[in-house]
């Protein structure tokens, strides 16, 4: 995208664009478009990175554990082959992928560097690709600085962090990719805590083309032209 945004720079700068390349995530002249988390830094930027979806994802699940990490989040991912692009791969292959659960770059994953640079700590990523199309999930693993009492404490951060949050779902049970693909939000649940309380465990879904590709897009273009920012979007009620 890079030599397209120069040319418009050039032309047009007051023109607002919203990259949903990589090529701007790392560069603070931008706006880092994840909402939910940098609303805040919002003032009125014509330049707007659009977040990957497993930065997406890795960020919406670790943010609410922030301030209680103890060393470096874990993190296991899968994606429906959507997520390797169209360039044919073995990645999109549907017929290696039958049957198939296909890892790949276990480190130094783009996405592991974004969400370490947006958080400000280190995290370890592992990406597979699954058969299905469209969806991913992620379990994060954390260990935590302080024993927390009992698992409803550690959902408790994540129902306080996001309660006004309609695009992010917080759950008790495990969410189910087959239930996020075509929808515009983020579940997480799947809850678990260490017998010694300071081993964490939580799931999120997310369709990677929706929340983490064009839901968020319209969120940040909404944010960017004045509209309210779920203008267009359909939200749906979360379950508990």
């Known amino acids: 995208a890079a030599p397209y945004v120069a040319a418009i720079d050039a032309q047009a700068p007051r023109i607002v664009i919203v990259d949903l390349s990589a090529d701007h995530r790392f560069d603070d002249a931008w706006y880092y478009g994840l909402p939910e988390l940098t609303r805040a830094r919002y003032a009125g930027q014509r330049r707007i990175s659009n977040p990957g979806c497993y930065a997406t994802a890795m960020q919406l699940a670790l943010a609410p554990l922030r301030e209680h990490l103890a060393g470096m989040p874990v993190c296991f991912g899968v994606?429906?082959?959507?997520?390797?692009g169209t360039t044919p791969s073995d990645k999109n292959d549907?017929?290696?992928l039958r049957d198939?659960?296909?890892?790949?770059?276990?480190?130094?994953?783009?996405h592991e560097r974004e969400a370490s640079h947006?958080?400000?700590?280190?995290?370890?990523?592992?990406?597979h690709v699954a058969a299905h199309f469209r969806g991913i999930t992620l379990t994060a693993h954390v260990s935590l600085a302080r024993a927390l009492a009992?698992?409803?404490?550690?959902?408790?951060?994540?129902?306080?962090?996001?309660?006004?949050?309609p695009l992010l779902h917080v759950l008790d049970a495990a969410p189910w990719v087959s239930r996020i693909a075509g929808r515009h939000h983020v579940d997480i649940?799947?809850?678990a805590l260490g017998a010694d309380g300071r081993r964490a465990v939580l799931v999120v879904t997310l369709d990677n083309l929706l929340k983490g590709a064009a839901t968020q897009a319209l969120q940040n273009l909404n944010l960017a032209l004045g509209f309210a920012e779920f203008e267009g979007i359909p939200v749906a009620v979360g379950e508990t």
């Open 118 to 127: 947006q958080l400000g700590l280190p995290v370890a990523f592992m990406p």
């Open 150 to 165: 009992d698992v409803e404490t550690l959902r408790a951060l994540y129902r306080a962090r996001y309660a006004r949050e």
């Open 189 to 191: 649940g799947g809850f």
């Open 79 to 84: 994606s429906g082959y959507s997520g390797a």
């Open 94 to 96: 549907a017929d290696k």
């Open 100 to 110: 198939n659960l296909m890892p790949y770059q276990l480190t130094g994953h783009v």
